[in-house]
């Protein structure tokens, strides 16, 4: 048989098969594979990168260089070279008058571009509640735009005149929302935005000043990524890259998790859907045994029928394949139709790294799942033509499950680029495999045994499923599989949604207030509890800088300036350190132990853990501090894990009460947050009662987190969806397997006087039962899996689930009833003959 | 000689033991003779055709067929044998499903590599009386029909042997009638070899030979 007369047979075939429906279970399989894997690879690169936009609006840029002088010209053009926008600002304090107050301010001075990413939010009013106007670009030449605090301390309103330098502007709007306010400015004082041209009139710049240039850059991650590379080792100590993310820990958190979990999901839907595909391949193959011994007897060789064979799998593959990709890409875009009002920013540009991952995931799982059974079509023996009970020989185990753990292990690494989560999938999978193995034979022994006390109709579903033990067993491991998978991510998916609300509950405090004098603390305090406001306790800070490690200077100029731990932002400026009795809730001891009462006065610290990594402090270590000019010593004697998530004052370093001299204490301010709801009132009444203090709104900024939690919520719910799909097709990918033989029987009784509602009737018995124990057995896997998952790989407290225990089985009858009902109704709605002449 | 046997035997395991299923079978076709082998159920006919299409193995003894051993012969080597030598015909049909009529009949020229199978094709069917039915699929066909179109299939590759499974076993008796004629018909053209397994007296009349088997062992072997 020439090649081309074997390749047309192969496609005729195909498009028979096609047209008989047979190759439905296996292409929706294949398709659902990829199509989940290339929405979720596409969505999680979107989201990631809208996320990333968001953090780049906190910045106002998508990259951001702090340099105390002007940035070398041939640094811009590089930047310009890479393909980036860019845009500068000049930041100083000068103080800000009035004909009858003055203040001090942190002015910065503006291109018309500014910002490159977010935007300003105006009103000539300074009141929170006034409705803003949005705009990109600062203040026109000739003006200025003020922070509402300036009303405060100036007694201002939108229009009225204002000295800076030399140079006399009107205040023509209030400024209530600018990028880059995060918290960690400390000392902030209000802002006054002005317009770049109007800098040299205003005379303040002159040699010595202290000033702050910020270079925004924005572009493609591509463009960021090579221009950053490129800068990075030609900036002084004093010169710092600043990138979103960097510092949002906030966000990094909610990130990584969502990261994990689409992983997981991921990694699920494509495991369940190779599942589906490997049981629609059996069939499929199973559907194909006559063809090919009538091929064998007319003269077919082996090889001819792996070329008759191997072609369509692959034709059927591409086809899969590229639908699916199709379908993921689509579903995606849905997803982020439905998703456009909370996703703000511009769209990611598709690259072809999903798609890639998508057709390589189609290929893998058809190959190490789908190949194998098909295979088995080379072995039919001829004689089947004569005798239709001949089997293929069984193909050897090493191929088949070679093939498949072959396959899920480049699935899994694939997706995951980790060898321990590998190692960790693999061997989870082994054991609750065998595990379930196990359990479903006892499970199914259990339920046979009812028999006696049951039905007629009953009886005879249940010894369906005694005779069918072996299928039985498969099917009931399949739905056990889906159901505990089902069940696993919709526990972890509400309780990873919940854990991201706990982080904002509605009482978070969205006020910082510092520089509270020593001498003022009490009556702050009293302030507070008579404002029936809940503060977190009342700190004392002072700032230091780090200066010695063990002896050693910690900058090293010796070697050189730009090792990382030199370029460290920890030792680019002061710290600012406290001391405490009690351990903070949100702070956790990892390594060493907390102060006791003797350790007053005692030179010791508790270093925060992260901290201490990048900077390589150890327990015990000894770190030497610059504190009011004089220095400072104490040895390691803790490492905390800080909950930076809490919104409450915290701190890298911590001493005990009594270590400092009373110079360095008495320099101490006092910081707290509270959380205070439409009370502009009350906070003007705060500062003027306490004019030092510096109260600090995160208002926006918890509002910008909710919201990025919101959507990040409503997406993985919507992913969920793929992973309940998957799971429904590997349920009726195992029905399919034993549909035929129910046809035949069901045939078989009616033709023997069996009435449609007793065959029914066995049937949903039958498959209530498997239902039943499917979902037991799903939810004692579920439970055990949810609680490796919250404490091997998402840091979730573990937690007990009576709703798992409730609704799994509950949802194995419903499931299985309804699609077993579904699937084979053929049963009792086809005519026996039909069915028995076949 | 075409086809020969020596001390042939089928054994196979069951349950309760081993069941001798053909017993020291020796035998001799020539070409162009007309064999039918008949007995009742169970008599190991269909084993012996069977094994003599090379389909199986015996357990022991030897079968050459055109000069080739079978025993020696590998799965590809007696399914290249098959494909060159001989055509069949079942009782339950075996057309292929997803093929038309005419594609099931060019299907054994084109597994031995003929260029151009159609033509043949479409003039056996015509000669079985089913030109207008070359775009069917078996399962718009009757049974005679189908059955007409396996008889155009056997004969495709013009064999030099023709075996036949009870060909009217599935079918009434006029439509079985019709299909006898046929296959003798065709067979008296082509002067093939034919080994008839029937239970039909009448139509093992038609053979010039009949080989009786009972439990495994020949116990008549006839000449006309």
């Known amino acids: ?838 | 000689m075409l086809i020969s046997t020596h001390a042939l035997q089928k054994q196979v395991n069951t349950a309760a033991g081993p069941l001798q299923i053909l017993r020291d079978i020796n035998l001799t076709v020539d070409a162009g003779e007309r064999v039918a082998i008949i007995g009742v159920s169970g008599s190991g006919k269909s084993t012996l055709l069977a094994l003599l299409a090379g389909l199986d193995l015996p357990s022991s003894g030897s079968i050459i067929v055109n000069g080739h051993e079978l025993t020696t012969l590998n799965e590809d080597g007696r399914a290249r044998l098959r494909g060159r030598e001989m055509g069949f015909v079942f009782q339950s049909f075996q057309l292929l499903p997803a093929l038309t009529a005419c594609e099931n009949v060019m299907l054994p020229l084109e597994l031995a590599g003929a260029s151009n199978p159609r033509p043949q094709a479409l003039e056996l069917l015509q000669r079985v009386g089913l030109s207008e039915r070359i775009h069917h699929y078996p399962r718009q066909l009757s049974g005679g029909e189908q059955q007409r179109v396996a008889i155009a299939r056997a004969f495709a590759n013009r064999p030099a042997i023709l075996l036949a499974d009870e060909p009217t076993g599935n079918l009434d008796s006029a439509t079985g009638e019709i299909i006898t004629d046929l296959i003798f018909a065709l067979n008296s053209e082509a002067k093939t070899t034919l080994l008839l397994v029937t239970h039909d007296q009448e139509m093992a009349t038609r053979c010039e030979r009949s080989i009786t088997l009972q439990a495994g062992g020949i116990i008549h072997d006839t000449k006309a």
């Open chain 1, 1 to 838: 048989m020439s090649r081309s007369q074997r390749l047309r047979l192969s496609a005729n075939l195909l498009l028979r098969d096609w047209r008989a429906g047979e190759l439905t279970l296996l292409l929706s399989a294949l398709m659902l594979a990829v199509a989940a894997t290339t929405t979720l690879s596409m969505l999680s690169q979107r989201l990631a990168h809208t996320l990333n936009y968001q953090s780049a609006e906190l910045l106002g840029a998508d990259l951001q260089v702090k340099s105390p002088n002007p940035l070398p010209a041939a640094y811009l053009q590089q930047a310009a070279t890479s393909g980036l926008t860019q845009s500068v600002t000049l930041s100083f304090l000068s103080m800000v008058l009035t004909n009858e107050a003055m203040t001090l301010a942190s002015v910065e001075a503006v291109q018309p571009n500014y910002p490159l990413r977010g935007v300003l939010k105006i009103s000539t009013s300074a009141d929170a509640n006034a409705p803003l106007t949005t705009t990109i670009g600062g203040p026109p030449q000739g003006e200025v735009w003020g922070d509402p605090r300036l009303l405060q301390r100036l007694a201002i309103t939108a229009g009225d005149k204002v000295m800076l330098g030399a140079l006399t502007l009107p205040l023509t709007q209030f400024l209530h929302y600018e990028p880059g306010r995060a918290p960690g400015m400390m000392g902030l004082q209000p802002r006054l935005l002005m317009h770049w041209d109007d800098l040299p009139a205003t005379q303040i710049i002159q040699p010595g000043s202290r000033l702050s240039y910020h270079y925004l850059f924005a572009g493609t991650a591509d463009q960021l990524e090579q221009f950053s590379a490129w800068l990075a080792p030609q900036l002084q100590s004093s010169q710092e890259i600043v990138s979103p993310g960097r510092g949002q820990q906030r966000t990094t958190n909610v990130l990584e998790r969502v990261d994990r979990f689409l992983g997981l999901a991921i990694l699920v839907a494509t495991l369940m859907a190779a599942i589906a595909i490997a049981m629609a391949a059996r069939d499929y193959s199973q559907q194909h045994y006559d063809m090919s011994a009538m091929l064998r007897t007319l003269g077919a060789t082996a090889r001819d029928l792996l070329w008759i064979y191997l072609p369509q799998l692959l034709l059927l593959g591409v086809i899969g394949t590229l639908s699916g990709v199709l379908l993921g890409w689509l579903s995606q875009g849905v997803i982020f139709l439905l998703l456009a009002d909370l996703l703000k920013g511009e769209p990611a540009t598709l690259n072809s790294e999903p798609l890639m991952i998508g057709f390589t995931t189609g290929m893998i799982t058809l190959i190490g799942f789908a190949l194998p059974p098909v295979l088995r079509l080379q072995q039919v023996p001829p004689l089947r033509v004569l005798r239709r009970d001949l089997l293929p020989l069984p193909l050897s185990s090493w191929l088949l499950y070679g093939a498949a753990s072959g396959a899920t292990l480049l699935l899994i690494w694939h997706h995951s680029q980790s060898a321990a989560m590998t190692a960790a999938v693999i061997v989870g999978a082994t054991l609750l495999l065998a595990l379930l193995a196990v359990v479903s034979q006892l499970l199914i022994r259990m339920g046979v045994k009812l028999q006696g006390s049951v039905g007629v109709a009953w009886r005879y579903g249940l010894q369906n499923l005694a005779r069918r033990r072996g299928s039985a067993m498969g099917e009931l491991l399949a739905v056990a599989l889906g159901l505990m998978v089902m069940a696993t991510l919709a526990t972890v998916r509400s309780d990873l949604i919940a854990s991201w609300r706990e982080q904002l509950p509605d009482n978070l405090p969205n006020h910082f207030v510092i520089n509270i004098l020593a001498s003022e603390k009490a009556a702050f305090g009293e302030f507070l509890e008579a404002q029936q406001m809940t503060a977190s306790a009342i700190y004392p800070m002072v700032r230091g800088r780090l200066i010695t490690h063990n002896g050693q200077p910690f900058i090293n100029n010796d070697s050189g300036d730009n090792t990382p731990q030199n370029r460290d932002n920890a030792l680019q400026r002061e710290l600012n350190l406290t001391w405490s009795e009690t351990l903070q809730d949100d702070n956790q001891i990892i390594e060493g132990r907390w102060f006791t009462p003797d350790d007053r006065g005692k030179p010791l610290i508790s270093v925060e853990s992260g901290v201490a990594e990048r900077l390589g402090i150890h327990l015990g270590d000894e770190i030497t501090f610059m504190i009011n000019s004089e220095p400072v010593s104490a040895t390691v004697i803790s490492l905390r894990q800080v909950s930076w998530d809490s919104f409450r004052p915290n701190f890298f370093m911590i001493f005990p009460p009594g270590l400092l001299s009373a110079s360095q204490a008495d320099q101490a301010t006092y910081i707290t947050s509270f959380y205070l709801k439409d009370a502009a009132q009350t906070l003007i009444e705060l500062v003027k009662r306490f004019p030092s203090v510096t109260v600090i709104e995160i208002e926006q900024l918890l509002a910008q987190f909710a919201q990025l939690f919101a959507q990040v919520a409503l997406a993985v719910e919507l992913l969920a969806l793929f992973v309940l799909a998957a799971g429904v097709l590997l349920i009726v990918a195992t029905l399919q397997t034993t549909l035929k033989e129910r046809l035949q029987e069901g045939a078989l009784l009616r033709a023997l006087g069996a009435s449609r509602k007793q065959i029914t009737e066995a049937q949903l018995a039958e498959f209530a039962m498997l239902g039943l124990l499917a979902g037991t057995l799903a939810a004692v896997a579920a439970e055990g899996m949810i609680w490796m998952l919250y404490t091997q790989l998402l840091s979730l407290p573990p937690t007990f689930n009576p709703a798992v225990w409730l609704l799994t089985p509950l949802a194995g009858i419903t499931i299985m009833t309804l699609t077993g009902y579904l699937a084979t109704r053929r049963v009792v709605n086809q005519s026996p003959l039909q069915l028995l002449v076949r």
